[in-house]
């Protein structure tokens, strides 16, 4: 009885043994875009299987890959990859857009969007929707105000305006509107009509270095206008009318901007398009604006070469790199001054030496 017993053991021993270390393989490893919907937990020695690309995501390879599972309970290498899909663009100057990605829209301030707010690249290289519309909002036409009316910059038709459209105010004179300008804004209001009320500007005075050609000196009225101009050699800066406006004020008045002295006493100079000796310069008188040019001479090229500055209300500044000659130089060495020899090809490199210096 015991050898039988004994026999028994081994033979369920023997049995466990050679079922247990039978090797399986578990779920392949995946990367992104293989299908896993038809994979199982476990498969034997020799099972083969077939992977393919999910929705949306294109193989690397134009035959399936088929990988096996070994006697070591592994898989055979996988070659295949999957990229994802593209979508077209959805607008012109945008670029292609890979599979999931997702566009999100928006509308200006004064816009309110009609369609999707957003747009998701599907897995057939389409987009799940098109681009939306951004409409300008609706304001209900402006009221104007009382004694006066409204002037609008464009054309408008029906019981509406939309965002962005702008008009003026206007009173019977001689009032003036507390505020001139009116908008159909971005929340769908319109500008409160303002109020017509009587306004006066005091009497002009006169510029610094100019005068007013023609005007009764008296207080102004709204819009009323004068005009002003320079003494002989003044430029005049700004608009030459100012104009009383709504709020009792006048608008800037110009300016008269002072002329220049070239502060050289020998030299040559590069002026209204032609050199001139300084002591041609009669009357040595450059006007506000004007540009000069001075010339410098670049020492390793031996060469001259110009540089220009600018009259800015009685100031022209000298280039640092200028070298005002001395008199022998002058008068018996002139051919030698820099704007007389050969001009440079280039402009020497940028240097402290270039700038300008006062006059």
């Known amino acids: 009885m015991a050898p039988t017993l004994i026999l028994l053991l081994l033979s369920q021993v023997v049995l466990f043994s050679s079922v247990t270390s039978k090797k399986v393989c578990g779920r392949p490893p995946v990367t992104e875009g293989i299908d896993e919907t038809t994979l199982k937990r476990v498969y034997e020695v020799g099972e083969e299987l077939t992977l393919t690309c999910e929705q949306g995501y294109l193989p690397s390879m134009p035959t399936p890959g088929r990988i096996t599972c070994t006697a070591t309970g592994e898989w055979t290498p996988s070659n295949l990859a999957c990229s994802r899909k593209s979508?077209?663009?959805?607008?012109?100057?945008?670029?292609?857009?890979?599979?999931?990605?997702?566009?999100?829209?928006?509308?200006?301030?004064?816009?309110?969007?009609?369609?999707?707010?957003?747009?998701?690249c599907l897995?057939?290289?389409?987009?799940?929707?098109?681009?939306?519309?951004?409409?300008?909002?609706?304001?209900?036409?402006?009221?104007?105000?009382?004694?006066?009316?409204?002037?609008h910059d464009r054309p408008v038709s029906g019981s509406n305006t939309i965002y962005g459209q702008t008009w003026t105010y206007e009173c019977n004179s001689p009032k003036a509107p507390s505020h001139e300008r009116g908008s159909c804004m971005a929340d769908g209001t319109v500008t409160e009509p303002p109020e017509c009320r009587d306004v006066s500007c005091t009497i002009p005075t006169n510029i610094k270095n100019g005068f007013i050609t023609f005007a009764v000196m008296r207080p102004h009225g709204y819009k009323e206008k004068v005009k002003y101009a320079c003494n002989e050699h003044y430029t005049l800066v700004g608009?030459?009318?100012?104009?009383?406006?709504?709020?009792?004020?006048?608008?800037?008045?110009?300016?008269?901007?002072?002329?220049?002295?070239?502060?050289?006493?020998?030299?040559r100079i590069f002026y209204n398009a032609r050199k001139i000796w300084i002591s041609d310069l009669k009357p040595n008188r450059i006007l506000h604006g004007e540009h000069v040019a001075f010339?410098?001479?670049?020492?390793?090229?031996?060469?001259?070469?110009?540089?220009?500055?600018?009259?800015?209300?009685?100031?022209?500044?000298?280039?640092?790199?200028?070298?005002?000659?001395?008199?022998?130089?002058?008068?018996?060495?002139?051919?030698?001054?820099?704007?007389?020899?050969?001009?440079?090809?280039?402009?020497?490199?940028?240097?402290?030496?270039?700038?300008?210096?006062?006059?």
């Open 123 to 151: 897995h057939d290289g389409s987009w799940s929707s098109q681009p939306p519309l951004c409409k300008a909002v609706n304001c209900p036409l402006p009221t104007p105000p009382r004694d006066g009316k409204i002037v």
């Open 295 to 359: 010339y410098c001479l670049n020492r390793a090229e031996r060469c001259g070469y110009p540089v220009a500055t600018t009259c800015n209300d009685g100031n022209l500044p000298i280039p640092e790199c200028f070298v005002e000659p001395g008199k022998v130089e002058y008068n018996l060495r002139s051919k030698n001054l820099p704007s007389e020899i050969t001009m440079c090809t280039s402009l020497p490199p940028a240097s402290p030496a270039n700038t300008t210096r006062p006059a």
């Open 239 to 267: 608009e030459p009318e100012i104009q009383c406006q709504n709020t009792g004020n006048w608008s800037s008045k110009p300016v008269c901007k002072a002329p220049c002295t070239v502060g050289i006493k020998r030299g």
């Open 87 to 120: 979508a077209s663009p959805l607008a012109r100057g945008r670029t292609e857009a890979p599979y999931k990605s997702v566009l999100n829209f928006t509308c200006d301030d004064g816009y309110v969007m009609i369609g999707a707010n957003e747009s998701r």
